[in-house]
């Protein structure tokens, strides 16, 4: 038996949050988990230092389905982003451990190598034509074979998943810096948003890159939830002559019947899921072949033993994986994804936002980027390590995902 030990979270802030767990069994092999939840973040982590820590001492490391259903079934609640953040935080870190005893990458454990490398998307974008293509030419430089495509519209200022400034560091537009109230409070930057101006605008975006870029490369695109069943219909059909690798997130997530219509009326490749938690989040989309894509994140949807039931539930569909990557998800958590992109026989693609230099500090990881390809490296276990030291430099810094009006100011999906 191996038996758990201690466990301790640790929150750390190098230019943005993360919330990791460390496990530790009685014969000092460690295993990390991540459990970032961005905005959201402190919720988890005392969620694992109150209610969950105290359940792992003195169990046995090995059996993680068990200590799954333990933490699931158990605790009466289930579901939830915060629920499952925590259980899928203990999960990575059992699979860490577990590939570690056994001296292994972890991709030996879930079946081996189905190919060489995930291939990876990253995303461009531009308030204008012009900064567009600059940035698509820049992620071309860095080595993307597939980019997602965000854009202004023409009459408003801040457009979700578009960099506010050229060159920025890539991570500004997934985690704008709280506005600062009166008294320091902080506050989430707000947004403003107009659907008919954003439909008119985006398939002529999408013109100018085909006929800039060529026919060969993969395109996708976010619409973050903001349309109706009807109006997400007349975008994908708008966009069918540019050929997307897929429209993402084209209606709100909590009503999957929304995507019949959708499914109904376009042929655009369809996919949904990062803001779900569980399988049964996809019943519907999946047995009905409403999708394409399942874009869950390992973090946010129990870690690495329910997101492989995912993927094998939607394969049996015809159904294909695309995790969510942005750098709200940790090294760690994108560690456990590239892992599970390896190993199944169903991987799409996989988004990767580049993380900065100082969270590549505070996590060292084994990955490599190379031709477009991603790989988790040959290290043993997960392949990231926490530099303890480095994160405690960096105090956790409230901060909040932005809210979207529309120009009424009524509070809109986003
Ligand atoms: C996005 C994310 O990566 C994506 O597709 O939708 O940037 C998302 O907004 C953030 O991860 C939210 O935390
Ligand atoms: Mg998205």
Redesign the pocket.
């Known amino acids: 038996m191996t038996t758990i030990k201690s466990a301790e979270v640790i929150v750390t802030s190098p230019g943005r949050n993360f919330v990791t767990l460390q496990i530790t069994t009685e014969d000092g092999t460690t295993g990390l988990g991540d459990a970032t939840l ?2 959201r973040e402190l919720a988890v982590a005392v969620y694992l230092a109150d209610h969950v820590i105290p359940l792992l001492k003195g169990r046995d490391a090995m059996n993680i389905e068990d200590t799954w259903q333990y933490l699931y079934r158990g605790a009466y609640w289930r579901r939830g982003p915060v629920t499952m953040a925590a259980i899928a935080a203990v999960d990575m870190a059992l699979w860490d451990i577990k590939a570690k005893v056994a001296e292994l990458p972890l991709y030996q454990l879930l079946g081996g190598q189905s190919r060489t490398g995930a291939l990876a998307y990253g ?1 461009a974008s531009g308030r204008d034509t012009e900064e567009l293509f600059d940035s698509i030419r820049e992620h071309q430089e860095m080595g993307y074979k597939a980019i997602r495509v965000q854009t202004g519209i023409p009459g408003f200022d801040n457009v ?2 578009v960099a506010a400034s050229a060159g920025g560091d890539g991570e500004r537009y ?1 985690h704008e810096p709280a506005r600062r109230g009166s008294g320091g409070r902080a506050l989430p930057v707000e947004e403003s948003w107009d659907t008919r101006a954003y439909l008119r605008h985006v398939p002529t975006v999408f013109e100018a890159v085909r006929s800039e870029f060529g026919a060969e490369l993969p395109l996708l695109h ?1 619409g ?1 939830h903001r349309m109706t069943p009807r109006e997400a219909a007349q975008l994908g059909r708008s966009l069918e002559p540019y050929d997307l690798f897929w429209l ?2 084209c209606t709100p997530g909590e009503d999957q019947a929304a995507l019949r219509y959708v499914r109904d009326h376009t042929t655009t490749p369809l996919a949904i899921g ?1 803001v779900f938690n569980s399988v049964h989040d996809y019943q519907t989309l999946i047995t009905e072949r409403l999708i394409d894509y399942v ?1 869950s994140a390992v973090t946010h949807t129990g870690g690495i033993t329910h997101l492989k039931k995912l993927a094998d539930f939607a394969s049996i569909y015809g159904v294909k994986t695309g995790f ?3 750098t ?1 998800v940790s090294p760690v958590g994108q560690a456990a994804h590239l892992h599970l992109d390896l190993a199944l026989h169903n991987f799409g693609i996989q ?1 990767y ?1 580049q993380h900065s230099e100082a969270t590549l500090q505070v996590f060292q990881t084994s990955l490599r980027f190379e031709d477009g390809l991603l790989h988790p490296g040959e290290r043993i276990g997960l392949g990231v390590t926490l530099d303890r030291d480095a994160a405690r430099e960096h105090a956790y810094d409230p901060a909040y ?1 932005p809210v979207n009006r529309l120009t009424d100011g009524t509070v809109h999906d986003w």
């Open positions: 961005n905005g995303h979700y998943g997934d976010d973050h993402e997130d990062e874009r969510h990557g942005p709200d988004e936002m995902l």
